[in-house]
């Protein structure tokens, strides 16, 4: 088997405008980035035609070290979509330079379901996160600069709430002390370096409507309290017109290709874990506009990524999922069963049918949001037969659709099963309207509990004192409606990382609240969350290189 | 007088595809990044043709708060020799985020006399910037990781000499503690970050030959040295594959166009002050491949720019400038001969008479590299003709060719007679082949005395201890043979900011010298320097805005 980057090599691309010109984007309209990637002027998005098409989710079980596959999965359908006739795209996220020169590699699909050119979408591709690390830390020089400007005359920050960011897993940069070395530095404080995906900016960009709505929501981001203890935001600052300015062209979704020359929009890339997880709102919906059958991702597993998806996305911008996938792997199960990551390869029955309760869990989540649900087990090579049986058996038991997804090996034609279940059960049983899990005029309590303890199986949600202090915070801000995004580990329904499987009866533990008034949602951090990842001993960038004049190395 | 930006609007753009067709860039081996900018490959450089193409350095007199105009001139000069008939590239240097929101501005030239588009250039632009920023960084994280990594493998390091670098004025994180709030965030240290035109990744773009040199380059950067001593550099840490790819798409020169159409290379920002302040010597190159007469320029006065151009860049990349234009202005000329900011506008012949002395200074230094010289008055709308007649008298006193530049206000048609100069004198009485101020062999002492005395008038050089320490470093490790960068004020022969006019028998005093064994030179830091700028109190980006769809603020 030919790894990811020469399996993308070996592709002869079409030019995008090609592309575009195929699938009844105006070309005239875009622009390029190179030959094969380009932006697409959010202004051409078309509700009508948003409301006719159909909005496919695809989510996962919990991940596991074994891996899913799941923006494999959501490439592999829109090639079987389109291999069986329909006018399908992909709207996925854009890859962080962070994990994919530390340790989880880059986020552009796998074998013959890629998104392409996928060396350039994983490194600095149109520049969007870039932007947003510009963005977001050009704040943070003019709001250091005003407080030491404005020092004699009286003005005093009580509270920073704004810290700074970058691209990178840089764990030296999680808790740092700036403005040291002499007053000419500015105003000494504590502060930290996120990852640009944990950006403020970056969930503003994913949730922004338009060009107008980015602006008034980057004026709205509140930077913190003065010593008169008022909130202090971008406005106060007097910077939005000068941020959204440099945000301008990053709000402009990105059309690139896939493995088999269809359409797929890449744009925004906040993590599920400690963000909301999600492509942009826009790229969503411009795939809509020109496609018939749009199948979009959220990130870690289906407790994070699609709860986020219907609770916050869906529920701002008026998106109607028609059917949700939750793609599962035999390994992956296997470890929620107790089998050891060192023996996944290995058939195990018992693990297989202890770890099918994850799977299960998910499920009743997903349909407790009106969602019809289907199970793509995306095979891998040592997969038995009696395992894949089993858990097709088990899905027909529980009266939920089952395909095998070989999109990695095949492209399209291995997905051509799940393409048909998917059309097939759009057509005869689509998803209701969404039922959210809260409503927006719950308290923040109801609105965690909600999700805890309704979905993730917990006992109850104890909120700790910084926590408190925020929630007071939020009713005497009136923020008290914004959706609430947690930040809570993907690896288990719980905030604990080991406890794999089901989880239940558990404390869900609320250490902080962090205030997106920009964002407009209240990101819930629950357990010992980093918002900037570290490298691992062997990171990624010692294998990424040049040889002879190709690049090697990402995945 | 219409804005930059409203003259940039005003000009209806050729396609960039169009421009390199019409200048014989063959346009398949291009790639857009929107209409209306280009990558072009540096393997198109023809070192034949880089031979008879004819190089003309811009530079100017010591800077004021007066302004001078360079780029305007460098661009405006392009403009005229289009005009007379000549095939003219420009080649300029990339503004960076910082100066742009804070209190200079863009860097994009102005009025008729701009290079377009002038919002994109002055912004993101091709995301060089931001690639060498992730690049640096990542060197950074990569580095700190591996000390964290191997710390229980009795690996340390004893002196860390690689910090951070963004692309935004932000005195705060001139001095910073990294590294804080438990062992699992890394290794504790002082750290800083610089302004990403000082990062020695910008150095290294702007000098590399090609793709394998900057990979050579990156390898040998000196990030410290191990607890027993030992420099550890990139090639040790084994991420130089990483970082190449990294910057892989950056080292490739962008191609925009003037307000008149013609075609400039905008590549590569170091600063001048604090960095070796030219372009990148594949911008210089490529433009010398396509055309008969590029335009090149050097950051700040002649003292800094057009000395390191000379000594580092062309030494380095064997280039022999045809000629050098210096730019003066009468505003800035009476500043240096004593008359207040306030006064400039105001006719002095008392002033001029005086400060015409910086300009002699300037003149005789530029000719001690065997440059044929020729000055460029760039008019402003106060000047007087008795002050412009003058000059043009001094300077035919001095035996130097001297013309106007309107080039701001009448594009190419105001810079005509400068271009008739500068083809009639590269005709007759071109430059002789370069003498450098120093030759590779001499010790670090020499080079920085022979340049500090020998051109900027001091009485003697003082080394400071940590200088002395470096100088030693630099011997041990082998290094004397790189070329010395000096990093002082811009404003000054002197170490002094206020020392206008011609500042002699001053003392010159070296801090320390840092060692850029990726970039292949020592940058010797002379009084207080600033690496990373701070803003003022009342920024640029107040006034930066998106209205009515158009962006506003830039200049």
């Not at 330079?97 to 379901?113: E, N, S, T, W």
């Not at 940069?173 to 404080?189: A, D, E, F, P, Q």
Request: include cysteine; charged fraction near 25%.
């Amino acid at each position: 088997m030919k790894s990811d980057i020469e399996i993308a090599r070996s592709i002869e691309l079409t030019k995008i405008k090609q592309i575009a010109r195929e699938y009844g984007i105006p070309v005239e309209e875009i622009s390029n980035y190179g030959r094969y990637i380009a932006k697409v002027p959010e202004t051409l998005i078309d509700e009508k035609k948003v409301k006719k098409s159909n909005l496919i989710l695809v989510t996962a079980i919990t991940p596991t070290k074994a891996g899913i596959g799941k923006t494999t999965v959501s490439i592999g359908l829109a090639l079987g979509l389109n291999k069986i006739g329909k006018k399908a795209f992909c709207a996925l996220r854009e890859p962080s330079l962070g994990p994919c020169f530390g340790m989880k590699g880059g986020a552009a699909g796998g074998g013959y379901a890629q998104v392409l050119p996928m060396d350039k979408i994983n490194l600095h591709f149109t520049g969007d996160f870039h932007a947003i690390t510009s963005a977001h830390n050009m704040i943070t020089a003019l709001l250091d600069n005003y407080m030491y400007q404005n020092k004699d005359n009286g003005f005093a920050m009580k509270e920073v709430l704004w810290n700074r960011v970058l691209d990178v897993n840089d764990r030296g940069l999680r808790y740092i002390v700036t403005g040291l070395g002499g007053k000419t530095n500015g105003i000494t404080r504590e502060s930290s370096f996120d990852i640009t995906p944990a950006s403020e900016i970056m969930a503003i960009l994913c949730l922004a409507k338009d060009e107008d709505d980015l602006r008034r929501r980057i004026e709205n981001i509140l930077l913190g309290f003065t010593i008169d203890n008022k909130p202090f935001t971008v406005k106060d600052l007097g910077v939005a017109g000068a941020i959204t300015v440099l945000l301008k062209d990053a709000l402009s979704p990105n059309l690139v290709q896939t493995t088999e020359h269809t359409p797929a929009f890449v744009h925004g890339g906040p993590f599920a874990n400690i963000a909301h997880g999600c492509n942009s709102v826009l790229a969503t919906k411009l795939a809509m506009t020109f496609g018939d059958y749009v199948v979009t991702e959220a990130g870690f597993g289906a407790d994070l990524g699609a709860e986020k998806f219907y609770n916050i996305k869906c529920r701002k911008a008026g998106l109607q999922p028609k059917l949700t996938v939750i793609v599962a792997t035999a390994q992956g199960l296997k470890m929620h069963g107790g089998v050891d990551v060192d023996k996944i390869k290995e058939p195990n029955m018992e693990g297989l049918k202890e770890g099918v309760k994850n799977l299960d869990k998910h499920i009743d989540n997903l349909q407790s949001f009106g969602q019809t649900v289907v199970v793509a087990f995306n095979r891998y090579a040592n997969d038995t037969d009696e395992e894949l049986d089993f858990v097709r058996r088990h899905c027909e038991e529980i009266g939920v659709g089952f395909a095998i997804n070989n999109a990695f090996l095949e492209g399209g034609a291995g997905a051509v099963d799940l393409a048909n279940l998917v059309v097939d059960t759009i057509e005869h049983n689509p998803s209701q309207p969404l039922t959210f899990t809260y409503d927006e005029t719950d308290s923040v309590e109801e609105k965690v509990t909600k999700i805890a303890c309704g979905l993730y199986g917990a006992k109850q949600v104890l909120f700790g004192p910084a926590a408190r202090k925020k929630i007071q915070m939020i009713k005497d801000l009136g923020y008290t409606h914004f959706p609430v995004c947690i930040a809570k580990t993907q690896y288990s329904f719980s905030t604990d990382p080991k406890l794999y499987g089901v989880a239940s009866g558990f404390n869900f533990a609320v250490r902080d609240i962090v205030i997106n008034a920009g964002a407009e949602m209240l990101v819930v951090v629950a357990g010992e969350m980093m918002r900037m990842p570290g490298l691992p001993k062997e990171p990624q960038a010692l294998h990424i290189d040049i040889v002879n004049g190709e690049i090697e190395g990402l995945s």
